[in-house]
């Protein structure tokens, strides 16, 4: 079946822009996170949703990150005011419930001018 | 959570079976040893998990010690496309989040 999709898969933006990254989840799976992967390090924890709601944003950086899942399927993570320390590969990944096995997209690598 | 320690990087030959250890000496009873791995531009792909039994799917063998401090990632034949980025991580029973470490950088050579 079809994976995680997220989209796009690559965004260039100027400091002080606004960005929005796209991931859709595995049909059914319920449960969604956001991960942010700088070069050379391994992927760190930014947000999960249980359904629509955020359950978890412990991991959101500051106030210019922001995250939405309207209707309990595809999620998007909005970043106000971009900086150059943004940049980094952002990832989306998905479970069928919050404690089980967690699926990744491919990621969106984000640049920041 | 639990930390982690692997090695930073390991080389292996094709068609030999690599062994990727990971040091888990703090895991509690019921945290659970998973692993990832990432392929070079690709998100981190599910490989394997386990609690206390060595576990095996089409993939890898784990292989938990009796006291759950170390494990061990087993592919059995190794392919030049197994050339990734294995994460080792420890995550609680319950718990939504993965706390990645730094990974073995494994390089499979012809």
């Known amino acids: 079946g079809a994976g995680v999709s997220q989209t796009p898969s690559n965004k260039v933006t100027e400091k002080g822009k606004y960005v929005e990254l796209r991931c859709d989840p595995i049909?059914?799976?319920?449960?969604l996170y956001w991960y942010r992967q700088s070069l050379g390090q391994g992927p760190e924890f930014l947000i999960y949703?249980?359904?629509?709601?955020?359950?978890?944003d412990s991991g959101l950086p500051n106030d210019r990150f922001f995250a939405v899942r309207p209707e309990g399927s595809v999620s998007t993570l909005k970043i106000q005011r971009t900086e150059r320390g943004d940049s980094a590969v952002y990832l989306c990944?998905?479970?069928?419930?919050?404690?089980?096995?967690?699926?990744f997209g491919p990621g969106t690598r984000l640049t920041v001018l | 959570d639990a930390k982690t320690t692997q090695p930073t990087s390991m080389d292996c030959a094709e068609g030999r079976a690599a062994n990727l250890p990971c040091n888990h000496s703090?895991?509690?009873?019921?945290?659970?040893v998973y692993w990832y791995r990432q392929i070079h531009s690709q998100g981190p792909q599910y490989i394997i998990h386990?609690?206390?039994n060595n576990e095996t799917n089409e993939m890898a063998s784990l292989i938990i010690t009796e006291d759950r401090k170390s494990s061990t990632l087993i592919l059995p034949h190794a392919t030049l496309r197994d050339t990734a980025v294995y994460y080792c991580?420890?995550?609680?029973?319950?718990?939504?989040?993965?706390?990645f470490g730094q990974g073995t950088r494994l390089t499979i050579n012809p």
């Open positions: 990944a998905s479970s069928p419930g919050r404690t089980d096995t967690q699926y």
């Open positions: 049909s059914g799976h319920t449960a």
């Open positions: 949703f249980q359904g629509t709601g955020a359950a978890d």
């Open positions: 703090t895991i509690s009873g019921n945290e659970y």
């Open positions: 386990g609690l206390k």
């Open positions: 991580i420890v995550r609680p029973q319950g718990a939504q989040k993965l706390v």
